[in-house]
C-alpha cells in the first residue's frame, strides 16, 4: 500500500494532534489542503488503523478518538466534568492475566476507556 500524500496529511494531522476526531483531523487537513473532505478523512483513517499505523478509542460519546499507534495508553474519563486522564497500560495487566487465564481473552488495554469519577469531582472541587 502505498503513502498518497493525502493519507500522509491524515496520519500527520493525527500525529500532531495526539487525540482527535475524524472531524477534527478534517479542519487540521483542510487548513493546507481544502478539497479534502470528511469522507475521505473516514476512509483514510479506516486504513491507516487497518494498517496499524494508528488506532481509535471510544471516549464518551459521539466519534471515536484517533491517537498515532505508538501513542498507548489508558484513559480515565470522568462522567461528571469529561476530564480525560492518560494512564499507563501496564495498570491492567493483573485484568490482562486474568482474562487471559480464565477466558482466553487477550486485551488489548491500548485501546480501552474506562468510565467513573475523576478524584477532583469525588472531592467536590472544580478544575
Known amino acids: 500500500m ?18 482527535s476526531t475524524p472531524e477534527q483531523v478534517c479542519r487540521h487537513v483542510q487548513r493546507t489542503t481544502p478539497t479534502v473532505n470528511i469522507t475521505t478523512i473516514y ?4 486504513l491507516l488503523e487497518q494498517l496499524g499505523l494508528v488506532r481509535h478509542a471510544h471516549i464518551g460519546h459521539g466519534a471515536p478518538t484517533y491517537s498515532a499507534h505508538d501513542h498507548e495508553h489508558v484513559h480515565l474519563v470522568c462522567h461528571q466534568c469529561s476530564d480525560v486522564q492518560e494512564v499507563p497500560c501496564e495498570l491492567l495487566d493483573g485484568l490482562s492475566g486474568t482474562l487471559r487465564d480464565q ?8 485501546h ?6 475523576c478524584r477532583n469531582c469525588i472531592n467536590g472541587e472544580s478544575k
Open 2 to 19: 502505498r503513502m498518497t500524500p493525502q493519507r500522509q496529511l491524515v496520519l500527520d494531522a493525527v500525529v500532531a494532534l495526539e487525540h
Open 43 to 46: 476512509r483514510t483513517l479506516d
Open 103 to 110: 477466558y482466553g481473552f487477550k486485551l488489548d488495554a491500548s
Open 112 to 117: 480501552v476507556a474506562l468510565s467513573g469519577t
